[in-house]
């Protein structure tokens, strides 16, 4: 796709984008993890590059190429994205949170490969995950970023049944300023070029992006948020 002809509209303004999805460790070789491939957060990154943004994407176990002009944090596990997302979330502008992290980790990490043993196999205990997207809006309320920072906080959440009432549930709980949410099942987001959503804000306003490239859809958030910025 090409990225030209784009408005500079976030020209110096600096971007936190996450992308991919994590992976909890259970010993040296296995983990637990999930299908999100990260292109929706690869769209965002090249699109607000293409826009004008100082872009930091954080991206967890992704199979991407690099895009040019972000600087880009890899990671593995919720708690080394919460780390780096944090951290780069100090004197952001907006932070826009695309990546899928793991809801809970298992509450211990072998140091050993686990042996397959003659009895049957021991449970996998779990611990629950920090809650990144919830955390940045409470630490930006506790005044624990850089004055009035970052300015916007967006979040994604794949829905199913009810999925706007549950959007809107969730943007309320997670104290976040954008939530862009989508169906899923049905061959839809989970690995394809395209996505559909609506767009929930915390001013009550909602924006329809229909079905197409997750160019799109990311064109669609950042308008919302060089709208908040401006
Ligand atoms: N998120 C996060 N930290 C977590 C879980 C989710 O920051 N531990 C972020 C995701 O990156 C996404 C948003 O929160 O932007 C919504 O994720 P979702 O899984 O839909 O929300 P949950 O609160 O985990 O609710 P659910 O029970 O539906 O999984
Ligand atoms: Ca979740």
């Given at each position: 796709r090409v990225m030209a002809g784009r408005p500079r509209d976030l020209a110096g303004r600096k971007v936190v984008i996450s992308a991919g999805g994590t992976r909890e460790a259970l010993d040296p070789v296995r983990y637990l993890g999930n299908r999100s491939s990260g292109l929706q957060g690869y769209a965002l990154a090249r699109t607000a590059v293409a826009r004008g943004a100082e872009v930091t994407l954080v991206a967890a176990n992704v199979s991407l190429g690099d895009p040019a002009g972000a600087k880009v944090i890899r990671v593995e596990s919720a708690v080394e994205l919460r780390d780096a997302v944090l951290s780069a979330a100090a004197d952001a502008d907006a932070v826009v949170m695309a990546a899928a992290v793991a809801d809970f980790r298992p509450a211990v990490r072998h140091d050993s490969k686990i042996k397959k043993t003659s009895g049957e196999p021991e449970p996998i205990e779990l611990v629950k995950n920090p809650d990144i997207l919830a955390e940045l809006g409470e630490r930006r309320r506790a005044g624990a970023?850089?004055?009035?920072?970052?300015?916007v906080i967006a979040g994604f959440a794949a829905e199913t049944d009810d999925v706007l009432a549950n959007g809107k549930a969730k943007l309320a709980r997670k104290g976040c300023d954008l939530l862009v949410v989508n169906q899923v099942g049905e061959?839809?987001?989970?690995?394809?070029?395209d996505n559909a959503a609506t767009i929930l804000a915390a001013d009550g306003s909602q924006v329809e992006v229909p079905r197409g490239p997750k160019e799109d859809l990311a064109d669609a958030v950042w308008d919302l948020v060089a709208a908040r910025l401006s």
């Open positions: 970023f850089a004055p009035a920072r970052p300015a061959g839809l987001a989970f690995g394809t070029p």
